[in-house]
Nanobody, 116 residues
Framework: QVRLVESGGGLVQPGESLTLSCVVSENTFQINTMAWYRQYPGKERDFVAGITAGGRSRYVDSVKGRFTISRDNAQNTVYLQMNSLKPEDTAVYYC??????????WGQGTQVTVSG
């Protein structure tokens, strides 16, 4: 059974930074595209950033230049570095393992709150 565990969320003030981590219990992690989504209360879970097995990344426009997705295949871990955080970044952030850029497995989520 594939398991994803997120960590690193918390409460920060606007302009500060957080780094999220997602550890995956999957032997084939190195061939999978990974991504981060976020979900506001009562809203759909939306794509934030993704990274292919080869290290190519893409981002939703609202986080370009502020967020960086990366992966460490040796540790089965994907990261999301979030800089210059804004109140509108407040959400539950979810890690997902993808097939053909379609989510297949999800973590439990980690709360990010940006408030001054």
């Amino acid at each position: 059974q594939v398991r994803l565990v997120e960590s690193g969320g918390g409460l920060v003030q606007p302009g500060e930074s957080l780094t999220l981590s997602c550890v995956v219990s999957e032997n084939t992690f190195q061939i999978n595209t990974m991504a981060w989504y976020r979900q506001y209360p009562g809203k759909e879970r939306d794509f934030v950033a993704g990274i292919t097995a080869g290290g190519r990344s893409r981002y939703v426009d609202s986080v370009k230049g502020r967020f960086t997705i990366s992966r460490d295949n040796a540790q089965n871990t994907v990261y999301l570095q979030m800089n210059s955080l804004k109140p509108e970044d407040t959400a539950v952030y979810y890690c997902t393992m993808m097939s053909d850029w379609s989510p297949r497995h999800w973590g439990q989520g980690t709360q990010v709150t940006v408030s001054g």
